[in-house]
């Protein structure tokens, strides 16, 4: 995520005309018209990033990040040098780099190149997708401590690359090597903020040409188009900010209110005010410019402590355009954080999903310092299952670059093992930190930003050898990326699962204790009769089973052993049978993608009784276009063969391109209670208090006020409502409100200041 020195926080093919057309259809569409304020109704200046010498998509995209998937983070500063000659970029100061791992504070040669040269690595592990530093320019000056901005968190220009990584060109390359080998890329991106205010925190932007469009080399760098000695202009500064682009509140400290934690400052770090019409299409343009880069997906930083509506209606502009990307982001939370409530559900209100802080937060203390049993891991599989409406679209780990590494909380093999095991086979994408399986151990989350490239030779090692058995047993079984989890028995060191995708299933029985054998009771299961071996041929001291009446006979687990049993008969090609969906939220004509079994020939998909148009169909994949008959809300999507219909995946259709309106009310309230928006329209709940919005923000007793996604130039009748600790609804007892939001597709407007009540 974001840092603050010293310690940092911080299967498919597409048509290559389709996805050039995409972008074809953007630059078309994007014009400049005149900035406004942030207040009243507002129409977004709109920068157009593309340009001829923007490079083209291949006809190789390998479509988004899946269940299927098995993602290695790299801090791409911190992983492998390939290119030397980008170490020390122009104008840069060379007392800034280290190269030695020595000084952490310093950059140390990690580029692009040197993730080409490490792919055949990445392919040894099994490794299907890579997420990498946020890939643009980011403030090369430093804290009073030293401290550069080495980790991408920082950022400066979104159109530009960050030059200690490599140029666009190099950029590139690595895509269409990671892409050729079969490998996914995930790029960070940071539209909370830019960097601290105190050291630059300024914004640029590349010239651009007569018509407004940037302007590139062949190579895909910003060049000096008005000849003025610069390749960038000045967009936003906010040590002077004329046209609002910041929130100027200070830092957050402890301010833990919702206003506190999406308001103001992280850090230190400038705080974009993204209800800001100007804001807003800046930054959605900056994530469509990287997204028609041909990249898989996004992971957005800091999404706690960001607008809602803005992170719905960016997800969806680029999804609009690109089709649809992987979309996770960091809502740094966890029980019994009050916020919990809030992280479960930020999934089903934006179609971003979480990376998921929660299954972290129980690793660390069950298979990490042990301060919980295993029981607990079992309940969190279950709580979250119930709380996640997608729960295997959330990307989960052991650690991270936000958080201590698990080498120095777990200094031993075998639950350190069995921890990998258990985040190889549970639901969700599981997300390896670059360094895990070669057993880097730092004392703090700034010193787990090692450097690989000095301390490891990157060999096969026992995690590694893990991690491919696994990733490869995703790949060939659908239950670990699409399956429902059942407890089969757990205790204070042992925990037994299954995950079962209609007949298909694999059975997990770990034990964290280092030394301590256990015995388990004989299960019952829904396995079919016969003999399993252990899928890990011994690697953790598994051992096979014979399962005879659904019944798995008592078996005794040594000391940190994993046994892993697997069921993968060859489902009916008749039956279809959805896994998972991507996206889960778009508006009519948009593009899904459904996964699963049975999914071949000529299916007949609804979303909820609206019929969709299948664009292509396989066993494991179609690709469908929202109906513009669908209705507005939460669908169903169900998949028809014959007289064979699959199971149901929610989706959420939108009315149509989002943009925001800020709603503002004068209201007194007694102690616990809450001011709500209900209204006309499905982002308003159409009249239904249970689907209002949240509850309004009151940083300045009695005006509550709350940014809502609603659909560009839209008229539409809405009430205040509120809400006591119970949950007992009071109406305003004024006649209907009216009001029309901003028909720009970025814009922004605010209602006036309504008194409760009154007209």
């Given amino acids: 995520m974001y840092t603050s020195p010293p310690k940092h926080r911080k299967e498919l093919s597409m048509k290559k005309a389709k996805r050039i057309l995409a972008v074809v259809i953007v630059v078309a569409m994007l ?3 005149k900035v ?6 507002v129409d ?3 920068h157009t990033p593309y340009s001829q010498n923007t490079s ?4 190789d995209y390998l479509g988004p990040v ?16 390939g290119d030397t000659s980008n170490n020390i970029p122009s104008g840069f100061n060379p007392s800034l780099f280290d190269g030695t791992g020595t000084d952490i504070r310093l950059y140390q040669g990690g580029d692009w190149k040197g993730i080409i040269d490490k792919i055949p690595y990445l392919k040894s592990m099994g490794i299907t997708a890579v997420w990498i530093s946020a890939p643009y320019e980011n403030r090369d000056t430093v804290t009073d401590d030293g401290w550069t901005s080495y980790h991408g968190y920082h950022a400066r220009n979104y159109f530009t690359t960050n030059k200690h990584y490599g140029t666009m060109a190099d950029f590139t390359d690595m895509k269409n090597a990671l892409t050729g080998a079969g490998i996914k890329l995930v790029i960070d991106f940071v539209s909370n903020h830019s960097s601290d205010s105190r050291y630059d925190g300024r914004l640029y932007e590349p010239d651009k040409d007569a018509s407004g469009i940037y302007t590139f080399d062949s190579n895909g760098d910003p060049i000096d188009y008005n000849n003025d000695g610069q390749i960038e202009n000045l967009v936003a500064d906010p040590n002077n900010d004329t046209n609002g682009w910041f929130h100027h509140l200070g830092d957050r400290g402890t301010d833990n209110s919702t206003f506190g934690y999406r308001f103001k400052e992280l850090a230190n770090l400038a705080d974009y005010s993204q209800e800001n019409a100007q804001v807003a299409a800046y930054l959605e343009e900056a994530m469509k410019f990287w997204a028609s880069k041909g990249i898989s997906g996004i992971r957005h930083d800091a999404t706690l402590h960001m607008n809602p509506a803005f992170v719905k209606n960016a997800k969806d502009a680029v999804d609009s355009v690109s089709g649809p990307l992987s979309h996770f982001g960091e809502f740094f939370i966890g029980k019994p954080d009050s916020k919990y409530s809030e992280y479960a559900s930020f999934p089903d209100r934006t179609g971003v999903n979480d990376l998921d802080f929660e299954f972290y937060n129980t690793v660390d203390s069950t298979f990490g310092n042990f301060s919980q049993n295993m029981t607990a891991f079992a309940e969190m599989l279950v709580y ?11 990307v989960t780990f052991i650690d991270n670059h936000d958080v201590t590494r698990f080498r120095f909380i777990q200094q031993d093999d075998r639950p350190y093992h069995a921890a990998i095991a258990a985040l190889m086979t549970c639901r969700g994408i599981p997300n390896i930190y670059y360094g895990t399986e070669q057993y880097l151990s730092a004392a703090d989350s700034g010193a787990g930003r090692i450097y690989m490239g000095a301390v490891s030779n990157f060999g096969q090692t026992t995690a590694t050898q893990l991690i491919k058995a696994l990733s490869d047993l995703r790949q060939e079984n659908d239950a670990l990326a699409y399956g429902t989890t059942q407890i089969l028995y757990s205790s204070a060191d042992v925990i037994v699962y299954s995950r079962q995708f209609f007949s298909k299933q694999v059975v997990v029985a770990i034990n964290r204790h280092p030394a301590q054998a256990y015995a388990i009771p004989s299960l019952v299961t829904s396995l079919p009769n016969g003999t399993y071996s252990d899928v890990l041929s011994g690697l953790l001291y598994g051992e096979g089973i014979t399962v005879s009446n659904g019944t798995i006979p008592s078996f005794t687990l040594t000391g940190g052993e994993v046994c892993v049993w697997s069921h993968n008969p060859v489902m009916d090609p008749d039956i279809p049978c959805i896994g998972d969906v991507i996206s889960t939220m778009g508006r009519a004509g948009n593009t899904v993608y459904i996964y699963g079994r049975g999914l071949g020939g000529t299916p007949t998909v609804k979303f909820g009784s609206a019929v969709a148009t299948v664009v292509s169909s396989s066993d494991t994949l179609i690709e469908v276009l929202v109906p513009g008959s669908a209705t507005v809300g939460e669908n169903t999507i169900t998949v028809t063969k014959g007289f064979n219909v699959s199971n149901g995946f929610k989706y959420t259709v939108l009315s149509g391109d989002p943009n925001q309106v800020i709603f503002h009310v004068n209201a007194s309230t007694n102690y616990g209670e809450t001011i709500h928006i209900v209204g006309s329209i499905p982002e308003l709940g159409s009249w239904d208090t249970n689907k209002c919005t949240e509850a309004m923000m009151c940083p300045n007793y009695p005006e509550w006020f709350l940014h809502v996604s609603v659909p560009a130039g839209t008229t539409f009748s809405f009430k205040f409502i509120k ?11 004024s006649p209907n409100r009216v009001f ?7 814009g922004t407007a605010d209602t006036p200041v309504y008194t409760w009540g009154s007209n």
């Fill in 723 to 733: 809400k006591d600790a119970n949950g007992n609804v009071t109406w305003e007892h």
């Fill in 66 to 81: 899946t269940s299927k998937d098995v993602i290695y983070q790299i801090i791409t500063d911190r992983f492998y040098d």
């Fill in 31 to 33: 014009i400049s018209v």
């Fill in 36 to 41: 406004s304020s942030a207040s009243a109704s």
């Fill in 44 to 46: 977004a200046a709109v």
């Fill in 384 to 394: 979250t299952a119930n709380d996640y409406t997608y729960e295997n679209q959330a």
């Fill in 740 to 746: 029309t939001s901003s028909s720009s597709l970025t």
């Fill in 56 to 59: 083209t998509l291949s006809n």
